[in-house]
């Protein structure tokens, strides 16, 4: 299949990393390479881009899709290890757009799709040990119920961790078929809220790729790397997402805790930056119709000093 992937906020990310012609810029989740091609366009020949995945897979399409660049460096690594993977290098800018890819969606065999019957897998790095199929057979049905509830924002976690835990006592949880089952056999027929296997997909997906828990320092990390005036462009698509992402940023830029009433600043403070967006951007009404996957996306924007 083609790792096809059309880039959430294409216009807004080029705008808001400010592009220097020969600055060296990383796209930490390199996927299709849509968001890198444009940033490469915008660079000259000794401009640099880093890109990042995970993903072999998305790693081999992106340098096909890249191929008339010279000046693209490939890493197989994960975006949380920015600062082991750039040994020290500052760069102007970078770009993380989170979450699952289109193409990773629409192979089946990947097992991240509701739809179809395929192997519960869901991971975005092949080589890792948990697996989907791992989590619904081995995780107690506490476990399950929190994950479902917190990274799916499910109303029916309990019922559908209950019956994950009944059914794996008769036989194992192999398949996505048999997951979504259990799923509809737990959530009410009159529920509207989308395809009700939906919301704990996501949630196994996040627990399987650790998408949430290191987020927070992998932003404070990104700034570190960052050149002076260098810019970080996040797209998230999960409100736990945006809210690491919107505390990081405030925390990196800090606040001044001498008391009001004195002239000058005696705590020593130093913000490492400024926040560009004070809320988040989020796609046109137009990209969002010709774009599902925009739907829930926000852009946040940091500015190194």
């Known amino acids: 299949m083609e790792f096809s992937h059309k880039p959430v906020m294409l216009q807004e990310c080029i705008q808001g990393l400010q592009i220097k012609k020969d600055g060296i810029y990383v796209d930490g989740t390199l996927g299709g390479a849509?968001?890198?091609?444009?940033?490469?366009?915008?660079?000259?020949?000794?401009?640099?881009?880093?890109?990042?995945?995970?993903?072999?897979?998305?790693l081999k399409a992106a340098k096909e899709n890249l191929k008339e660049y010279k000046n693209v460096k490939y890493v197989y690594g994960n975006h949380d290890d920015?600062?082991?993977?750039?040994?020290?290098?500052?760069?102007d800018g970078i770009l993380l757009d989170l979450g699952v890819s289109s193409y990773q969606l629409d192979e089946r065999n990947r097992g991240f799709s509701y739809l179809g019957e395929n192997e519960l897998d869901m991971r975005m790095d092949q080589t890792q040990s948990l697996t989907a199929k791992k989590v619904v057979?081995?995780?107690?049905?506490?476990?399950?119920?929190d994950i479902i509830f917190e990274y799916g924002e499910e109303r029916f976690s309990k019922r559908i961790a209950k019956?994950?835990?009944?059914?794996?006592?008769k036989e194992k949880i192999e398949t996505t078929k048999q997951l979504v089952k259990i799923i509809e056999n737990s959530v009410p027929k009159n529920n509207k809220?989308?395809?009700?296997?939906?919301?704990?997909?996501?949630?196994?997906?996040?627990?399987?790729?650790?998408?949430?828990?290191?987020?927070?320092?992998?932003v404070r990390k990104c700034i570190e790397c960052l050149n002076s005036k260098g810019r970080l462009c996040i797209i998230t698509f999960h409100s736990l997402e945006d809210r690491a992402v919107k505390n990081a940023y405030i925390d990196a830029k800090g606040k001044?805790?001498?008391?009001?009433?004195?002239?000058?600043?005696?705590?020593?403070?130093?913000?490492e930056g400024k926040i560009i967006t004070k809320k988040p951007i989020v796609p046109s009404e137009k990209e969002k119709e010709e774009n599902s996957r925009?739907?829930?996306?926000?852009?946040?924007?940091?500015?190194?000093?």
């Not at 000259?44 to 880093?50: D, E, N, P, T």
């Not at 920015?82 to 760069?91: M, T, W």
């Not at 395809?195 to 650790?210: C, D, G, L, M």
């Open 294 to 305: 925009a739907k829930s996306a926000k852009l946040r924007i940091f500015e190194k000093a």
């Open 34 to 58: 849509g968001h890198s091609k444009k940033i490469l366009e915008n660079l000259s020949k000794k401009g640099l881009l880093i890109g990042i995945d995970r993903d072999e897979e998305a």
């Open 163 to 169: 019956n994950i835990c009944e059914f794996r006592k």
């Open 193 to 218: 809220e989308g395809h009700p296997a939906k919301r704990t997909f996501q949630a196994i997906r996040i627990e399987v790729n650790n998408e949430i828990k290191p987020l927070y320092e992998t």
């Open 256 to 271: 001044c805790t001498c008391p009001p009433d004195l002239p000058y600043c005696v705590c020593g403070f130093k913000s």
């Open 82 to 91: 920015i600062q082991e993977i750039l040994e020290g290098q500052k760069v």
């Open 137 to 145: 057979n081995n995780y107690s049905e506490q476990e399950l119920a």
